[in-house]
Nanobody, 128 residues
């Protein structure tokens, strides 16, 4: 299976910056896409930013121009640089990986595919 671990969350004042990181572990052969979602209490989880293995990126309109997603494919790690943070950015941020191929001795081709995997989340709190 695949395990994702996030780090970098914390408390910051409005206008400040944070950098989140997420590392995927396991016998990973490839990951098609990695991204960040966030969820505030009582709200649904929403996509913040995503990046494909080819370098294409997508951002929620609310974070365009402020957040930047990047990947280190060699380390199976994704980052989210968050600048000009606003109180409305307060949420638990979750790392997500999609199209994960993991080596497996139980499959004839030597691997299996996972549709997606989730991290446990890291809290980001932005104060006024």
């Amino acid at each position: 299976q695949v395990q994702l671990v996030e780090s970098g969350g914390g408390l910051v004042q409005a206008g400040g910056s944070l950098r989140l990181s997420c590392a995927a572990s396991g016998s990973i052969l490839s990951i098609n896409a990695m991204g960040w979602y966030r969820q505030a209490p009582g709200e649904q989880r929403e996509l913040v930013a995503a990046s494909t293995s080819g370098g294409s990126t997508n951002y929620a309109d609310s974070v365009k121009g402020r957040f930047t997603i990047s990947r280190d494919n060699a380390k199976n790690t994704v980052y989210l640089q968050m600048n000009s943070l606003k109180p409305e950015d307060t949420a638990v941020y979750y790392c997500n990986a999609q199209g994960v191929r993991v080596r497996s001795q139980f499959y004839a081709l030597g691997y299996r595919n996972y549709n997606d995997a989730w991290g446990q989340g890291t809290q980001v709190t932005v104060s006024s």
